[in-house]
C-alpha cells in the first residue's frame, strides 16, 4: 500500500506518519514528488490493525499496490528512480552508454578497447571477468586477474566499470575492483545471488531473462530491492523466439512496458539482441527512441580476433560512428549524450 501526502503536507506530517509505520513494525519508503510525496508501507499492512491512516493529518489518501512487486513499482516512487555510479546518473536527462569487449583477455586488449570507447565518449567501461559459457569447453574469463585489469583500464581512463558476477561467493572479490555488478541473463532468477547483491548496495545492471516475462523480471528486481539496495537499472537484452535471424529478438515494447509500471531505469544491450555486429546500430538507435535511458554496447579494439562473441562487437570506428548518430538523434527525444 502507498500513502498519498496532501500536496499541502508538511515534513512533520510525512515524518509522523512514518514515525506511526514504525510504531506498529513497518517500513516506510519516501518519494518526494513534485506534486506530491508518497509513502510505502513496507510489510504486513495487517499490523496497522483498524487504525486509518487517511485520517491523520497531511494524507490524501491510502492505494493499495496491486502487484507483487512493491519497491520496483511506479507506484511506490512515481517520479521515477535513479541510480548514480560514480557521479553518472541512470534515469536522468542524459543517455548512459557502456562499452567494452565482451571478455578481459589481457591487458593490451582491455586497454586499447577501454582507451577506444572513452575516446569515442562512452560513459562506463565493460568487460567480463567471470563468463557462463554455453559449452564447458569455451573460455570461462580470467576472473579475479580479469577484474584487476578492468580496474586498471577504468583507472587509466577515468571511466567507471561494470562487469557480471555469476555466483555469491564472487561478490566480495568483485566489490573491490567494479564500480557496478551485472547480473546476467541466467542468472536473473538465481535468488540467492540477487539478494546478497542486494545486501551489498552495490549498483547492479539486472538483465532479462532469455525466456522471462517483465512481470518476473520486475519480481527478480524486488529481490534485491527487498534487501536494501534501490540502485538497481534493468538491460532488455533480447528473448529467445523461433526466429534465427538474429541471436535473440529484441523486445523494444517492454522498454515503455516498463517505463509504465516500474521506477526503474532501463537499458537496451543490442549486441546480445543481434548477435551480429552490423544489426547493432539499428537495435540500439530503435531502444533509444523507444525511451530507454542508455546502452550497453560490446565493442573490442580487434573485434574479429575477439576469444568470445566475436560476431556481434563492434569495432572502435564503428562503436564511435554509432556514438555520433546517436548524440544526433537524442535531442529529439529530450535526451543528451
Known sequence: MIILMKKNATQEHVDRVVAVLKEHGLGANV?????????????????LGGLDIRLMDGVEDCVPIM????????????????????????GGKKLMVIGGPCAVENEESIMKSALGVKAAGATMLRGGAYKPRTSP???????????????????????????????????????????????GARNMQNFRLLKEVGKSGIPVILKRGIANTIEEWLDAAEYIMSEGNYNVVLCERGIRTFETATR???????????????????????????????????????????GADGLIVEVHYNAKAAISDAAQQLSLEAFADLLQKVKQMAPVFGRDV
Open 31 to 47: 518519494s518526494p514528488g513534485t506534486q506530491t510525496t508518497v509513502v510505502g508501507i513496507l510489510g504486513d499492512k495487517a499490523k
Open 248 to 290: 535473440n529478438t529484441l523486445d523494444v515494447g517492454a522498454v515503455p512496458v516498463v517505463k509504465e509500471r516500474s521506477s526503474l531505469p532501463i537499458i537496451i544491450d543490442p549486441s546480445h539482441a543481434a548477435g551480429k555486429a552490423q544489426y547493432v546500430p539499428a537495435l540500439a538507435f530503435a531502444g533509444i527512441a523507444a
Open 67 to 90: 502487484h507483487s512487486y512493491k519497491l520496483a513499482s511506479r507506484d511506490m516512487c512515481p517520479e521515477g528512480r535513479k541510480v548514480e555510479v560514480g557521479g553518472e546518473v541512470f
Open 137 to 183: 569447453y569455451s573460455f570461462q574469463g580470467m576472473e579475479v586477474e580479469g577484474l584487476k585489469l578492468l580496474r586498471k583500464a577504468g583507472d587509466a581512463t577515468g571511466l567507471k566499470v561494470v562487469s557480471e558476477i555469476v555466483a555469491q561467493d564472487q561478490l566480495e572479490d568483485a566489490a573491490k575492483y567494479v564500480d557496478m555488478i551485472q547480473i
